[in-house]
């Protein structure tokens, strides 16, 4: 008489399912892996002046105006890409904002930065997370280009940079590290473009912008 054996105790039938499983797997990891890819290349500067919204923006995004607004639809705060305006003074062409940026990125890294703050979630928490540091109240309400003597918001970041020490910010006060002021324009459009990437709402509980800063009120972060 024939054994009736459960499909459960089937080695082929685990065989089978271990197949499909992987085999499921590995078109979900290829699909996910090219999702991803189109999800972070950075934009050009076509989409910008055609109004194309993209997650990581081209480097010339600093020079428009961004804000960081509240999207019912996805339930918290996403980058805003407004007018164009002076970016230390001018606009920057393709060439010299990506250059710049990169001249910025490859400071932030020499000077160490993340020793002390967090760059979209790496670092350290020691000092204020710079994710999106440009949008900042504290940066956007007048107060330091009042302190620095600056007439825009990206000159006295700069100036800030330069001379941490003659402008105490926080009760953990930055050290002066020898920042060129080339090197600081850098650091600031590279902290102007991060405030453009589109990060799914992180930091978390970030503190509000200017207009919601004066409606509400919140301590800068």
């Known amino acids: 008489m024939e054994e009736n054996l459960s499909v459960w105790t089937s080695i082929s039938f685990w065989r089978r399912s271990a197949a499909w499983v992987t085999g499921f797997a590995t078109i979900l990891l290829i699909w996910l892996t090219f999702d991803t890819i189109g999800q972070i290349t950075m934009g050009?500067?076509?989409?910008?002046?055609?109004?194309?919204?993209?997650?990581?923006?081209?480097?010339?995004?600093?020079?428009?105006?961004?804000?960081?607004?509240?999207?019912?639809?996805?339930?918290?705060e996403v980058p805003v890409i407004g007018h164009k305006e002076p970016f230390f003074g001018k606009e920057w062409s393709i060439k010299d904002a990506r250059a710049l940026l990169h001249l910025g990125k490859l400071t932030v890294q020499a000077k160490n930065c993340m020793d002390c703050h967090t760059l979209l979630g790496n670092g350290a928490y020691y000092a204020p997370d710079l994710t999106k540091a440009w949008l900042d109240p504290k940066?956007?309400?007048?107060?330091?280009?009042?302190?620095?003597?600056?007439?825009?918001?990206?000159?006295?970041?700069?100036?800030?940079?330069?001379?941490?020490?003659?402008?105490?910010?926080?009760?953990?006060?930055?050290?002066?590290?020898?920042?060129?002021?080339?090197?600081?324009?850098?650091?600031?459009?590279f902290l102007k473009h991060m405030s453009s990437i589109d990060t799914n709402g992180f930091p978390r509980n970030f503190s509000k912008t200017v207009d919601q800063y004066k409606a509400g009120g919140t301590n800068a972060h």
């Open 44 to 76: 050009t500067d076509k989409d910008l002046q055609s109004g194309v919204t993209k997650r990581v923006p081209a480097p010339t995004v600093i020079n428009y105006h961004i804000d960081y607004k509240m999207s019912q639809k996805r339930g918290h």
């Open 139 to 189: 940066w956007n309400n007048g107060t330091m280009e009042g302190i620095t003597g600056k007439k825009t918001k990206e000159e006295a970041i700069a100036e800030f940079l330069q001379h941490p020490s003659r402008y105490p910010t926080h009760a953990r006060k930055m050290p002066n590290l020898g920042i060129t002021a080339k090197e600081a324009q850098g650091i600031v459009a």
